[in-house]
């Protein structure tokens, strides 16, 4: 037998995001990492590991050298264009569903951050930016001494 999870909001959250393309999911997406400026905005996962932050950005159809990366004042942006591609035959889409145009995400980081070994790479329309946490900032285990 397959278990199959219900979700009762499935449908309200998709009226949602057909009228309000800032709606993420349950909730809104109204935090600084989204401009006014920007055609449209990339969904991100962000994790937090023992070392480092790591942020996952889907940005499919764009070349990762065209996406721009930057660390400014704890504030790490990442921005560039999806462009529409020219078809000769546009006339014949009876559905046009996929957003071209200019992104924008920020994100503020933590004091811990190193924004000197930030690194970023992207594979198969994901961005992977790593965020090393300064050394002195991690965690360490002391050891108690037994008299």
């Known amino acids: 037998m397959t278990m199959m999870r219900y979700e009762p909001w499935n449908l309200l959250n998709q009226i949602a995001r057909e009228l309000d393309p800032n709606w993420q999911g349950n909730v809104r997406r109204d935090d600084e990492s989204s401009a006014a400026t920007s055609s449209w905005s990339p969904s991100v996962d962000i994790k937090e590991e023992e ?47 996929r957003i071209f145009g200019s992104f924008y995400r920020r994100f503020s980081l933590p004091d811990i951050a190193d924004a000197d070994k930030i690194t970023a790479s992207g594979k198969d329309g994901v961005l992977e930016v790593v965020i090393p946490k300064r050394p002195s900032a991690q965690a360490r285990k002391i050891q108690i001494a037994v008299e």
């Not at 930057?70 to 014949?92: C, F, P, Q, W, Y």
């Open 51 to 97: 070392g480092r932050f790591v942020i996952y950005a889907d940005i499919p159809g764009v070349n990762p050298q065209d996406i721009e990366v930057s660390m400014e004042n704890s504030v790490l942006t990442i921005k560039g264009e999806r462009k529409l591609e020219n078809r000769e035959d546009n006339k014949a889409f009876k559905r046009v569903e």
